[in-house]
């Protein structure tokens, strides 16, 4: 955390720095489209905090024809080249400078999302604007690193493989690290000269907003990069039936991830890349190195941002000698954890991002009591006089593998725990679900943990750790979990086409 707040320049994180701009009042926002800050043709709508369950600004419900015209510009962007054959070079000291801009804004940036959704900022600090910059950054040196090729082909011809940017993206992303995985799509997708309409969710799109302008100061032409609000069904689905968006890229959930699939078949056929939920497994063995620092690590694992994360390590899988020692300790760590204000910097886990969210965790422990499973700790709405959402850390054990909590993602603090006696059993349960995102080992056999990490159906499967991450690895589920990268080189694989030139010689 320290290195990371000196390397954007955030060891002044202090609670009177946060004050400071958790009461900023925050003027009700338009649309970002051509490089201008419009309004939307539909009516705003109230922004809730889901800190003190309060509006505190508004945003566009775009329509249809906002978006359209969004898209217009985008194209419009491209086909005159104002970014896509702008000298590399220059295209990397723009995006240099709005990781600058993003580094000089973290905090201010940092609290809007915070307020807008509910994330503890000891996290959001570097989850969101630290993760934004250096991705930014990342990208923009990819720029003039990355190459064509020259095929091998017989010496009386030559084959070239050009790398050519798609034309537009649309990007659509969720409300848990909206910064972050915005930063995913914009950043990759801007380095390969495409233009890009970004939809946020409704209940996280402040920061993004904030993104545009930043964009805008560092000199990103107008029409690249265009903000679209308002409702998913509305303005995401004209952007997924949209006959002139070449590649969808998206983050959340699996139901939405199929209907875009659906808009593409029934439009111009543009790629999906879907980056999707999870039901994650966290298995740990008996020779695991540190059992006490395993449940530490699998409490944080499932507990920060409330479970809110699509990675969560929603299901702990132990071996059956040390499930009732290790439990317990997984409890005690739950039990220390502090859920509170997410902009009070002793928090430890901050808010559920809305009643909706909040009232479907609920659920999940009433029907996860209906179907036999034990409640061992948490299970209940609590700070119910903050007038915010927040909910206990809840540790389920007695999970069957057919029932809905071991099967369905909660995308909130509820951990399901089941026993295993063997390692073929741990696999099984582990891939007995229809998602594949990530996955956690825990054991001092190195040969087991290397079997582990081929057996299990996973994109990312961490070893005596939980939730390791860099934008130099790729992101990527498997199974209902999704496809295609973000982050690392291969993502910008999504927002290129390749061409051959075959040339006679
Ligand atoms: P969601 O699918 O409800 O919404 C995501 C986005 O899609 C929002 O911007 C929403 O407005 C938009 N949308 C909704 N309906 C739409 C429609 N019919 N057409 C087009 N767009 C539409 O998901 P959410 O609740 O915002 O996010 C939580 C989900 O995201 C969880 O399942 C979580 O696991 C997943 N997630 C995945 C990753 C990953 O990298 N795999 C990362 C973060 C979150």
Request: with cysteine; proline share 4%.
């Amino acid at each position: 955390m320290e290195k990371l707040q000196n390397q954007i320049g955030l060891n002044m994180l202090e609670q009177n720095l946060i004050n400071k701009h958790r009461y900023k009042k925050i003027s009700p926002q338009k649309l970002f489209i051509d490089g201008d800050w419009v309004n939307g043709t539909g009516e705003n709508f109230d922004i809730v905090s889901p800190i003190d369950g309060k509006p505190f600004t508004s945003i566009a419900r775009a329509t249809v024809a906002d978006m359209n015209k969004a898209i217009k510009s985008a194209r419009t962007a491209f086909e005159k080249g104002l970014w896509s054959n702008m000298a590399p070079a220059h295209r990397k000291k723009i995006l240099h400078k709005l990781a600058d801009l993003i580094e000089r804004d973290a905090l201010e940036l940092t609290v809007l999302g915070v307020r807008d959704n509910g994330t503890e900022i000891n996290m959001a600090i570097n989850a969101e604007a630290g993760s934004a910059a250096g991705t930014f950054r990342y990208y923009a040196e990819c720029i003039d690193k990355v190459y064509g090729e020259i095929a091998p082909t017989a010496n009386n011809v030559l084959g070239l493989i050009h790398k050519e940017p798609v034309g537009v993206v649309g990007a659509i992303v969720p409300w848990n690290f909206p910064l972050m995985i915005g930063a995913w799509k914009i950043a990759p997708a801007l380095a390969a000269g495409n233009s890009i309409v970004l939809k946020p969710a409704e209940t996280a799109s402040l920061s993004l907003l904030k993104i545009a302008e930043l964009a805008s100061e560092a000199g990103v032409p107008e029409g690249v990069l265009n903000i679209i609000t308002g409702q998913g069904s509305v303005v995401g689905k004209a952007m997924g039936l949209s006959m002139d968006v070449d590649v969808l890229a998206f983050t959340g959930s699996g139901p939405t991830g199929r209907r875009l699939l659906e808009y593409s078949a029934q439009s111009n056929m543009k790629r999906c890349y879907l980056e999707l939920g999870g039901k994650s497994p966290n298995i740990v063995f008996s020779d695991a190195p540190d059992l006490d620092q395993a449940a530490k690590v699998s409490a944080m694992a499932i507990f920060r941002n409330s479970g809110q994360v699509c990675v969560a390590a929603s299901r702990l899988i132990i071996e059956d000698e040390i499930h009732d020692d290790f439990i317990r300790k997984v409890i005690k760590h739950a039990n220390l954890l502090k859920v509170g204000d997410p902009l009070d910097l002793s928090s430890d886990v901050g808010a559920i991002n809305s009643k909706i969210q909040l009232r479907s965790n609920l659920k999940f422990v009433d029907v996860a009591k209906e179907e036999g499973a034990d409640i061992l700790t948490g299970g209940n709405q609590i700070l119910q006089n903050t007038g915010g959402y927040y909910m206990e850390p809840t540790v389920v054990t007695n999970v069957s593998p057919n029932s809905t909590l071991f099967k369905d993602e909660v995308f909130g603090p509820v951990l399901a725990v089941s026993k295993f006696k063997s390692e073929s059993e741990a696999i099984t349960l582990a891939n007995g679900t229809e998602f594949g995102l990530s996955a956690g080992i825990w054991t001092s056999n190195l040969s087991k943990a290397h079997q582990m990490v081929s057996k299990v159906n996973a994109g990312v499967v961490n070893v005596n750790t939980y939730g390791g991450a860099d934008v130099t690895v790729p992101l990527s589920g498997v199974k209902q979990s999704g496809n295609g990268a973000d982050k690392s080189m291969h993502a910008l694989d999504k927002y290129i086409n390749l061409k051959t030139a075959w040339i006679q010689l």
